[in-house]
């Protein structure tokens, strides 16, 4: 691509120690991810992509290598500012959705508004906007318990996007869903993606998702194998 690439991975590993000495899980990674992309992460369980995924979003520090978002090493940043990069740049979808179970989906959503300092009304108001847009304006006051797993991932989704970040990285979101139910977010994904302009990565083992994205990378043993436009 003729533009400069929006997050560039440089000689990632990822290492974790054990008690018989060490487990290397990322091994030199180098990749270039655009803005605007939307990228399948592919590869057999414990090959590294849910390491290379919250590496990527700042959740776990590299053991060497970098991440650069727009030009910026991301791991140059340290306690409370890397916590505002990540909390404004990048929105994370989880397999289990990890909502708050004694809170309305409502009050799920507007969790990061809060966390971040805006107003509780305006919070609320973003939030109930948002929640209409993917499809639960008539379960606002639900608490997790009492919405099907479909639902949970839409206000997964929503809290994800509640910040309007940058990019949004999505760990096997379809994962625990029947067929419908993932072609159904899916297409949600796909929605917001064209709504926002989003820069999407998403870790699944369903190579008919996979393949309905613009790229596919492999990963292989932690490192990368294959990189392919669909």
Known sequence: MNKPAMIEICDLSKS????????????????????????????????GKTTLLHTLGGLDQPTAGEIRFEGANIFSLRGATLDAFRNRTVGFVFQFNQ?????????????????????????????????????????????PGALSGGEQQRVAIARALVREPQLLLADEPTGNLDSRTSDDIMALLNQMHRARGLTMVIVTHNIGLAQSLDRILRIEDGRLAADNLN
């Open 16 to 47: 974790f120690p054990t008690a018989g000495g060490r487990i290397d899980v990322l091994r030199d990674i180098h990749l270039q991810i655009f803005a605007g992309e939307r990228v399948a992460v592919v590869g057999t369980s414990g090959a």
């Open 99 to 143: 909502l708050l179970p004694e809170f309305s989906a409502l009050e799920n959503v507007m969790m990061p508004l809060l966390i971040g300092g805006v107003a509780k009304q305006e919070a609320a108001e973003k939030a109930t906007g948002l929640l209409q847009e993917v499809g639960l304006s008539q379960r606002l006051t639900h608490k």
